[in-house]
RNA sequence: GCGAGAGUGGCGGAACUGGUAGACGCACUGGACUUAGAAUCCAGCGGUUCAUCCGUGGGGGUUCAAUUCCCCCCUCUCGCACCA
């Protein structure tokens, strides 16, 4: 190894082979030590590490590294998503098995993140594509299928014709397929859902437990996606019964307006539509209206410039308060799957009934008042949502309506005609994938028993490793009667196995405490490392799982924890979540077909791992998104140059000493004092911003400063032994607090400077508070608010010493003059402030 | 429309509890070293009419003092949106 130059390649290699040598980073839950545990979301093994990956993935590292130094027992591991759709076309493409693409690759992505010199327990790595971890996820489909928590249903689904497959509601971004942007189709079709509904209200309040942990946007993303409300059910009496059905029901969240309905308006997928028309002689038009709206696909359906369109069904119901006819219409706007598919109409406070009843001429009743104000439904050009008074609402006359939203309900539960009740946004989870590369759904069909649960003790039910995915992309399972064919678990005649496969989300969604225990084999989790492990301390992943992936995993966190697998007071799967901005290059998202990539490999070629985790740390906050910027990596590479010929240059005089050594006794002259005073200031800044503000930014700033201090300080320190220790005492606090972010040199120059342990086992460095302290201060001077002139005066300075000072200043007497002084406030160690007319 | 976040030099960003706005880095400029260049080191670097005044998206307010607190407005980013 060359003796002077900085060779970060060398270096590199020579400390990851070490920590691979000797496990470095493998920990156990058998420790007295307190627990930490951080976790980055796992990689998708897409065959090569982005920049993206490069960000998370160091941020991480610090977290994990700085926790260690801290004394804390730090789980810190990784594994892959390694089911999902790019290893089907991959296979297609290659002629080969998604397993063979999707293992090679993570292969190669396993060497690249040990090129970056990530401190991984490897010991725990897994890949959900294998079946001994999906083996249990299909246990755990059984035990939900016993506690009703997977339910078959037939639907309308959203199908993605490009991937061939049902998406769930969470992958529809405006109408179009999350993964490949085809628009999304509907269709009718028999699938698996888990019952995530049955957890809405606790998905929902359990949020307030992570308040000040997640950031505010993805609560309220949640929250949203949620989307509780709070109302009434209302139940209108048909005029005419249909066979089995008396009454329709609607959810409104107005139930103060319930005496202003003049009519009610159906999905036109509503059930019952067909009956309501029977006999209706118009019954082919309101056909032909339902055909229509039910053709259009989800995009034109949900677009908010189509126009409001109903028809009359010829029926009738019958108002639950006063008795009035109110007809029955359908509405293109109203949702099937929300509510009860049917709302009630008052057009008088609602705007989008409003505009439906000017349309057809239906009437327009006010029965809510504001103050003063008295409205005229004749001349109303818009619905008045407001608050008012109650009026033309019979026993209800006068109340304000915020009691009577409470009021009304309360009556029509005494009469049976409805109930105040809730109702969500949030839809069943849809997990049937009609792909291949995905864990088997345990189930079989059989004709004399029905749709069978697998029995437990045959699980795992592999995938083929013969398979062949076809040419247009569709599954091969249904075609292979080596997988399909299968004898009934329950009467033991011959049966057909589930060719449906689980949504990969579904994998994601436990895989955080598998790792604590990931080599188990007689179980998924072993009871004692979940209650030491979980929940995860922090959790570090982009902000595009805001709602996907963070709103399943708690979901299962709750399911499991019911279930028995997960500690009966584990609420919540993370508890702090930092989502890290995007990398971006020339200001938008690198991709292949904009050509803007910037490969880590070939940087990390050029400048060596530890300039690249320099640079992506120190270019913004973590939580920003920042550009790529070629100068920018150059300056890290600087920097990191400069420790390098900083240690280099000064080699003789270096002492084995650790950061924060150095006493006041070793200080000798000014330049030492204020070099230890650096010193002992760094340490605190930058310890406070890596491991409490997560600012790696600063702290990595702060770093500089006192490397340039330094170097400023070098030519004026003498050979004696204070002033070596000084000097050498201010190297090594540069090594620890850099080395959680640029391991390797720092491992590096700590052993040159002749230590024998490592620095990942070293303490991290404790300031010492009398050595920030200074002899003199700088007092900023200011007339009227303005800065007019700074001065030294000795720390101690009292406040009257302190005013004196500022008068006494020329620049100030220059701004006074002339002038009454009024006030003078004094800050001691900060300022004096002349206040004068 | 609703919700969340952001707006500071040529650029990325700093200022944590209201107290010297622009730390640190990039780019740029000058100097040293060199035959020359690169590299390195040192210094400068918001604007200005330069002992001044202006300046943190705009306008008001509180305060001795506001990037920071309060009110109104503008712009941008993200999420949701015919959810009854």
Known sequence: MSQDRYTPNEIELKWQARWQASNAFACSHESDKPKYYCLEMFPYPSGNIHMGHVRNYSIGDVVARVKRMHGYNVLHPMGWDAFGLPAENAAIKHKTHPAKWTYANIDNMRAQLQRLGYSYDWSRETATCRPEYYRWEQEFFLRFLEKGLVYRKKAPQNWCPSCHTVLANEQVIDGLCWRCDSRVEQKDLTQWFLRITAYGDELLEDLARLEGGWPERVLAMQRNWIGKSHGAAIAFTLEKPLPGKERIEVFTTRPDTVFGVSFLTLAPEHELVEHLIDGYEKADEVRAFVARIRNMDRLERQSDVLEKEGIFTGAYVRHPFTGE?????????????????????????????????????????????????????????????????????????????????????????????????????????????????????????????????????????????????????????????????????????????????????????????????????????????????????????????????????????????????????????????????????????????????????????????????????????????????????????????????????????????????????????????????????????????????????????????????????????????????????????????????????????????????????????????????????????????????????????????????????????????????????VVPGKLVNIVAN
Request: hydrophobic content about 40%; overall charge negative; some cysteine.
């Open 325 to 825: 006819r109110v007809p029955l219409w359908l509405g293109n706007f109203v949702l099937a799957d929300y509510g009860t598919g049917a709302v009630m109409g008052v057009p008088a406070h609602d705007q989008r009934d409003f505009e439906f009843a000017r349309k057809y001429a239906l009437p327009v009743k006010v029965v809510i008042s504001p103050k003063d104000a008295p409205l005229d439904p004749a001349a109303m050009t818009e619905a008045y949502a407001g608050e008012g008074v109650m009026i033309h609402s019979g026993e209800f006359d006068g109340m304000p309506n915020t009691e009577g939203k409470q009021a009304v309900a309360r009556k029509l539960e005494a009469d049976g005609n409805g109930r105040a009740t809730t109702q969500f946004r949030l839809r069943d989870w849809n997990i049937s994938r009609q792909r291949f590369w995905g864990a088997p759904i345990p189930v079989v069909y059989c004709d004399a028993c029905g749709v069978v649960p697998e029995k437990r003790e045959n699980l795992p039910i592999t995938l083929p490793l013969d398979a062949q995915i076809n040419e247009d992309g569709r599954s091969p399972l249904p075609q292979m009667d080596s997988f399909t064919r299968c004898t009934c678990p329950q009467c033991g005649g011959p049966a057909r196995r589930e060719t449906d496969t689980m949504d990969t989300f579904v994998e994601s969604s436990w895989y955080f405490a598998r790792y604590t225990s990931a080599r188990k084999e007689d179980g998924p989790f072993d009871m004692d490392a979940l209650r030491y492990w979980m929940p995860v301390d922090q959790y570090i992943g982009g902000v595009e799982h805001a709602i996907l992936h963070l709103l399943y995993a708690r979901f299962f966190t709750k399911a499991l924890r019911d279930l028995g697998y997960f500690p009966p007071d584990l609420e919540e799967p993370f508890s702090r979540l930092l989502t890290q901005g995007m990398v971006l290059k020339d200001g938008s998202k690198m991709s292949k077909s904009k050509g803007n990539i910037v490969a880590p490999s070939e940087m990390i070629d050029k400048y060596g791992a530890d300039t690249v985790r320099l640079f992506c740390l120190f270019a913004a906050p973590p939580e920003r998104d920042f550009d790529w910027s070629d100068s920018g990596i150059e300056g890290a590479s600087r920097f990191l140059q400069r420790v390098w010929r900083l240690f280099m240059d000064e080699e003789s005089r270096f002492l084995p000493v650790r950061g924060c050594s150095s006493t006041a006794a070793d200080v000798q002259n000014d330049t030492a004092r204020d070099l230890r005073r650096r010193e002992h200031l760094t340490v605190k800044k930058a310890g406070e911003d890596m491991s409490r503000r997560f600012q790696f930014n600063t702290a990595i700033a702060a770093v500089m400063e006192l490397v340039n201090a330094m170097y400023l300080a070098r030519e004026k320190m003498g050979q004696d032994e204070g002033d070596r220790r000084v000097f050498s005492s201010a190297m090594a606090s540069v090594l620890t607090l850099l080395s959680p972010i640029t391991p390797h040199i720092c491992e590096e120059l700590w052993e040159r400077l002749g230590h024998t342990s490592s620095l990942q086992d070293e303490p991290w460095p404790v300031w010492d508070e009398t050595a920030l302290q200074q002899d003199s201060v700088t007092i900023a001077l200011q007339v009227n608010g303005k800065l007019r002139g700074t001065i030294d005066v000795p720390a101690q300075a009292d406040k009257a010493a302190l005013e004196a000072a500022a008068r006494d200043d020329a620049a100030v007497q220059r701004h006074t003059a002339g002038l009454t002084i009024r006030k003078v406030i």
